[in-house]
């Protein structure tokens, strides 16, 4: 079994939009043997998902379910394939996970496209930066899907 976890802040968007997207693109390729989460970096407890990007993601047909969730050491272990929004977030948890995990985060814009840019919080911007976070993310997560069926 291969786990992807994407990590962003709060869990609340960003991370979350792309565990639902990935999710139902796994499930509509077939591949049972991967596993896709999400968490943050920042406890905020247990909220619901960002209601702007929530309602994005239904009009593209994907569901962001579940509540925010806080990474731990255990979760991120687990982890084949670490996916943050933010150069910070990988800064973070090279703070936070041994070396030998290291080589498994990845800056999303970058595994996806080569390209070394964060994709930055949409909270409190205009919903047309929500959709084009959106867009960006369905946009790699269908590169993810082929790299995941090459086995990379």
Not at 28 to 57: E, Y
Not at 81 to 90: C, Q, R
Request: hydrophobic share 45%; net charge negative; with cysteine.
């Amino acid at each position: 079994m291969r786990q992807v976890t994407f990590v962003c802040t709060g869990n609340v968007c960003r991370s979350a939009a792309a565990e639902a997207i990935l999710k139902d693109m796994v499930r509509l390729s077939k591949m049972t043997d991967v596993v896709v989460n999400s968490v943050g970096i920042d406890d905020i407890g247990s909220q619901p998902r960002d209601a702007i990007m929530a309602g994005i993601a239904k009009e593209y047909g994907y569901v962001m379910e579940g509540r925010s969730q806080v990474m731990t050491r255990e979760v991120l272990e687990r982890a084949d394939l670490i996916i943050v929004m933010t150069f910070a977030h990988k800064f973070k948890l090279e703070s936070f996970l041994p070396s030998e995990y290291w080589n498994r985060i990845h800056l999303f814009m970058e595994y996806c496209f080569g390209l070394e840019v964060p994709i930055d919080d949409p909270t409190f911007m205009p919903e047309s930066i929500y959709r084009e976070t959106f867009e960006r993310l369905v946009r790699g997560c269908k590169v993810i899907v082929d790299r995941l069926k090459q086995g990379v």
